[in-house]
């Protein structure tokens, strides 16, 4: 177990819906990663909050948004979902700066069929 | 911004017999390296990392890396390899500014390492 907690584990789910991933960080963690894992595109970073404040964005689509909460959680949400979208979803979180390294969750597998 | 390359898509090789997969980085700035494991169905495991010093690092299960500045590598080893070692590698690079709180990861492909008995 990493400490990082992501849920569900599975999702399966029609096109056209919308979903939440949920993250919960190792204790102690501020910042929080998320990336996007599929065979065509590899590991793609997603966004990044520090302590509740978004910081940074990459190849996130419009249709995806995230927030993190006061208790540090962090939740990523799908919607208008396409097949394309189906994929591995990892969330990381790092205690201060890069050195302390990132630990990463076991991932939500979403299938959109 | 960061960009990593790994040059082998898969690497096969039997067990016992030494390994090495290759990683190169671009980078206008200094650069902290990490390589991280990959097993089915599972997160990223962190094997080892480089921050500064010396430029080798020895990481969990027995892995290497060497970091070379010059050539921009950062090469992961191991002398002799187990059929548990089958997984997929990941190459990372991030920004060492110091005192970031950004510092995103930026990955490579990855590479599937196969071993055979």
């Known amino acids: 177990d990493s400490g990082v907690t992501q849920t569900p584990k599975h999702l399966i789910t029609a096109t056209g819906q919308r979903v939440t991933l949920r993250c919960s960080p190792r204790?102690?963690?501020?910042?929080v990663y998320w990336y996007q894992q599929s065979l065509d595109q590899g590991l793609q970073f997603l966004i990044q909050?520090?302590?509740?404040?978004?910081?940074a964005k990459g190849n996130i689509l419009e249709r995806f948004s995230a927030q993190q909460f006061p208790d540090l959680h962090s939740e990523l949400n799908l919607s208008s979902l396409e097949l394309g979208d189906s994929a591995l979803y990892f969330c990381?979180?790092?205690?201060?700066?890069?050195?302390?390294?990132?630990?990463f969750g076991s991932g939500t597998r979403l299938t959109v069929v | 911004a960061q960009s990593v390359t790994q040059l082998d898509s898969q690497v096969p090789v039997f067990e016992e017999a030494p390994v090495e997969l290759r990683c190169n980085y671009s980078?206008?700035?200094?650069?902290?390296l990490f390589w991280y494991v990959q097993y089915p169905n599972q997160g990223l495991q962190l094997l080892l990392k480089?921050?500064?010093?010396?430029?080798l690092v020895k990481g969990i299960n027995g892995f290497e890396a060497e970091f070379n500045k010059s050539q921009t590598s950062f090469h992961l080893r191991k002398p002799s390899v187990h059929i548990s070692d089958t997984a997929e590698y990941f190459c990372?690079?991030?920004?060492?500014?110091?005192?970031?709180?950004?510092?995103?990861?930026?990955f490579g492909r990855g590479t599937q390492l196969t071993v055979w008995p």
């Open positions: 990381a979180s790092r205690r201060g700066t890069e050195k302390h390294g990132y630990t």
């Open positions: 480089y921050l500064s010093g010396s430029t």
């Open positions: 990372a690079v991030t920004s060492a500014d110091r005192g970031s709180t950004l510092g995103r990861l930026y």
């Open positions: 980078s206008s700035v200094s650069v902290y």
């Open positions: 909050y520090y302590n509740g404040e978004e910081r």
């Open positions: 204790s102690g963690d501020l910042s």
